[in-house]
C-alpha cells in the first residue's frame, strides 16, 4: 500500500538557523498538507496545498514558514529562522482530492528539535 | 473560532470492556468527521471516518456515532483488546471548501489485560 514519506526522521537545529523538512506525498494524490504536534499536545493543521498554491494556512504559518513543491513527487516546508517554540513533530499529509469524505494519509513525522 | 473538544484526556479499561470517547465541534458546517489511533511514536492512521450525511458507522469492533443537532460525535470500541491501547483524535473537517481538519486533544486509551 502506498504510503506518505518524509525525511529526515529527526533535525536538530540551533535557534535562528532555516530548516527544510522534506515530504513525498502518495503519487496519485493533489491535496497536500502541513501539521505539527507539540510533544504531548494536539495535532495542529498549519498549511495546505493544491495546485501549486497556498489554499488554507492557520495562524501558525507565519511568514517564517513557507512550502514548495519543486518537482512532481517532493514537497516541502522551510522554517526560516526557527525558534525554540518550533520544536514539534511536523507532519506531512496527503489526500487523492479535497473536502467531506477524502481521508489524509499522514507520514512518519520529523521531529524537528530547536536548541 | 472554530474548535473540538475531546474527552475523556485519558480512558482506562479492563480487557473485553467498552471505550467510548466523546467529541464536540464548534463549526455547524463541518461536514466530516474522521478518527485517528496514534501509537506512540508513529503516525496517526485513519480508523474510521463519517460524513455530516450519516448517523451511524460501523466497522467490526469500531462504530462512530454523530448528532449533527447537538453537534457532537462519539467513538465505540467493543471487545477491547491490549492492542487497541495508543492515542485517539476525533477531528472535524472546516466547511466551506477548506480541507484544513481540526483535532481534538486526544484520548490516552489504555487497555489492561
Known amino acids: 500500500e502506498p504510503e506518505v514519506t518524509q525525511t529526515p526522521s529527526h533535525q536538530v537545529t540551533q535557534m535562528g538557523q532555516e530548516v527544510i523538512l522534506h515530504c513525498v506525498p502518495i503519487?496519485?494524490?493533489?491535496?497536500f498538507y502541513w501539521y505539527r504536534q507539540i510533544l504531548g499536545q494536539k495535532v495542529e493543521f498549519l498549511v495546505s496545498?493544491?495546485?501549486?498554491?497556498?489554499?488554507?494556512k492557520s495562524e501558525i504559518f507565519d511568514d517564517q514558514f513557507s512550502v514548495e513543491r519543486p518537482d512532481g513527487s517532493n514537497f516541502t516546508l522551510k522554517i526560516r529562522s526557527t525558534k525554540l517554540e518550533d520544536s514539534a513533530m511536523y507532519f506531512c499529509?496527503?489526500?487523492?482530492?479535497?473536502?467531506?469524505?477524502?481521508?489524509?494519509?499522514f507520514g512518519p513525522g520529523t521531529r524537528l528539535t530547536v536548541l | 473560532g472554530e474548535n473540538v473538544e475531546q474527552h475523556p484526556s485519558t480512558l482506562s479499561v479492563q480487557e473485553g470492556d467498552s471505550a467510548v470517547i466523546k467529541c464536540t465541534y464548534s463549526?455547524?458546517?463541518?461536514?466530516?468527521f474522521p478518527w485517528y489511533k496514534q501509537e506512540l511514536g508513529k503516525r496517526p492512521q485513519l480508523i474510521i471516518d463519517?460524513?455530516?450525511?450519516?448517523g451511524e458507522k460501523k466497522d467490526q469492533r469500531i462504530a462512530v456515532t454523530l448528532n449533527k443537532t447537538a453537534k457532537h460525535f462519539s467513538l465505540h470500541i467493543t471487545e477491547t483488546q491490549p492492542e487497541d491501547s495508543a492515542v485517539y483524535f476525533c477531528?472535524?473537517?472546516?466547511?466551506?471548501?477548506?480541507?484544513?481538519?481540526?483535532f481534538g486533544a486526544g484520548t490516552r486509551l489504555a487497555v489492561h489485560p
Open positions: 499529509a496527503s489526500s487523492r482530492a479535497g473536502g467531506s469524505g477524502n481521508e489524509q494519509f
Open positions: 503519487s496519485n494524490h493533489l491535496y
Open positions: 496545498f493544491y495546485n501549486n498554491e497556498i489554499s488554507e
Open positions: 463549526d455547524s458546517a463541518s461536514n466530516y
Open positions: 463519517i460524513r455530516s450525511n450519516v
Open positions: 477531528a472535524a473537517l472546516l466547511s466551506g471548501g477548506y480541507n484544513k481538519l481540526i
